[in-house]
Nanobody, 114 residues
Framework: QVQLVESGGGLVHAGESLRLSCAASGKIFSIDNMGWYRQAPGKEGELVAN???????HYADSVKGRFTISKDNAKKTIHLQMYSLKLEDTAVYYC????????WGRGTQVTVSS
């Protein structure tokens, strides 16, 4: 079993920052198979960022240069540092872990206001 618990969401103004965290537990073979996905009302879901093999990250074009994904192997935790937040970043952010099955966290709400 795999459990993913997100934290760090909240309400911020445009231009501000937030840091999301996702703590994994259970049968996690590699947190390099983890990432962030977001879903906004009325919009298609979007893969926001995932850990790359080199330890860096792959990012959606919409967040490149503003978001940074990082990991803590010892704590089985990944983070998403979000800078210069925009109104369109408002969404529920889900952490996922990909093996032969996709495991999802419950999500954390990020709301950006003007």
């Amino acid at each position: 079993q795999v459990q993913l618990v997100e934290s760090g969401g909240g309400l911020v103004h445009a231009g501000e920052s937030l840091r999301l965290s996702c703590a994994a537990s259970g049968k996690i073979f590699s947190i390099d198979n983890m990432g962030w996905y977001r879903q906004a009302p009325g919009k298609e879901g979007e893969l926001v960022a995932n850990i790359s093999g080199s330890g860096g990250g792959h990012y959606a074009d919409s967040v490149k240069g503003r978001f940074t994904i990082s990991k803590d192997n010892a704590k089985k935790t990944i983070h998403l540092q979000m800078y210069s937040l925009k109104l369109e970043d408002t969404a529920v952010y889900y952490c996922y872990y990909l093996t032969d099955h996709v495991y999802w966290g419950r999500g954390t709400q990020v709301t950006v206001s003007s």
